[in-house]
T-cell receptor, first 110, second 114 residues
C-alpha cells in the first residue's frame, strides 16, 4: 500500500531556479523523510522532519510538514545540474514501517 | 560512514531458479530491510528484520523468503524465480528498532529473470 504520493511525477526546471515537490500521505505519522536517488543507484537520505515540527532546513533544502493536511513539501533552492535525480518521500508510523511514495523525477536544464 | 553492500549489481537468472541476494552492513545496525523498486510504483517493502533470526513480512512477501543468521547480513531468497520478479532490489539498514530513523541503502541489484 502506498502511503506517500509525490506531486508532480516529473519536473524540469532551469539551472538556478527553485524546485518544489509535494508529498501527501494518508495516515498518522511519527516522521516524514525525503530521499534522493540518482539513476540506477540506491537512495540517499536527505532530511527527516518529525510530526511535531513544521519546518526544517538543511543547506539548500527546506522541508515543511502540515499534519492537518497530511502533506509535506521539499524545496531545493538555486538548483544545480547535480540535483538531477528522483526524489522520494517516506513516512514512518507506529506500525514501525517506513513506506515510500512513487517519487518525483527532477531534471535540471543547463 | 555506514556502508551497505549488495553482493551483485546485475544478475540474470532463469525462470524456476532459486536466487539469493545478499546484503551486508558494517555499522552494527539492528534493522535491515529489502525493497523492490519498479517504474511508477516506487519502493515496496518485501521483508524486514529487527534482530538476528527475526523477520517480518512487508507489503509484498509472496514468492520471497529471508534469512538473518548474523546481525550484519540479511539475505533475500527467491524460491523459484519468475519473470514478474524482474526488478531492482534494494537493501537498507537503520540503527534502532522502532525509532523510524533514516535508512542507509545499498546500490541495488538489478535482477532479470528470463
Amino acid at each position: 500500500s502506498q502511503q506517500g504520493e509525490e506531486d508532480p511525477q516529473a519536473l524540469s526546471i532551469q539551472e538556478g531556479e527553485n524546485a518544489t515537490m509535494n508529498c501527501s500521505y494518508k495516515t498518522s505519522i511519527n516522521n516524514l523523510q525525503w530521499y534522493r536517488q540518482n539513476s540506477g543507484r540506491g537512495l540517499v537520505h536527505l532530511i527527516l522532519i518529525r510530526s511535531n515540527e513544521r519546518e526544517k532546513h538543511s543547506g539548500r533544502l527546506r522541508v515543511t510538514l502540515d499534519t492537518s493536511k497530511k502533506s509535506s513539501s521539499l524545496l531545493i533552492t538555486a538548483s544545480r545540474a547535480a540535483d538531477t535525480a528522483s526524489y522520494f518521500c517516506a513516512t514512518y508510523s507506529s506500525a514501525s514501517k517506513i513506506i515510500f511514495g512513487s517519487g518525483t523525477r527532477l531534471s535540471i536544464r543547463p | 560512514d555506514v556502508k551497505v553492500t549488495q553482493s551483485s549489481r546485475y544478475l540474470v537468472k532463469r525462470t524456476g531458479e532459486k536466487v539469493f541476494l545478499e546484503c551486508v552492513q558494517d555499522m552494527d545496525h539492528e534493522n535491515m530491510f529489502w525493497y523492490r523498486q519498479d517504474p511508477g510504483l516506487g519502493l515496496r517493502l518485501i521483508y524486514f528484520s529487527y534482530d538476528v533470526k527475526m523477520k517480518e513480512k512487508g507489503d509484498i512477501p509472496e514468492g520471497y523468503s529471508v534469512s538473518r543468521e548474523k546481525k550484519e547480513r540479511f539475505s533475500l531468497i527467491l524460491e523459484s524465480a519468475s519473470t514478474n520478479q524482474t526488478s531492482m532490489y534494494l537493501c537498507a539498514s537503520s540503527l534502532m528498532s522502532g525509532s523510524g530513523e533514516k535508512l542507509f541503502f545499498g546500490s541495488g541489484t538489478q535482477l532479470s529473470v528470463l
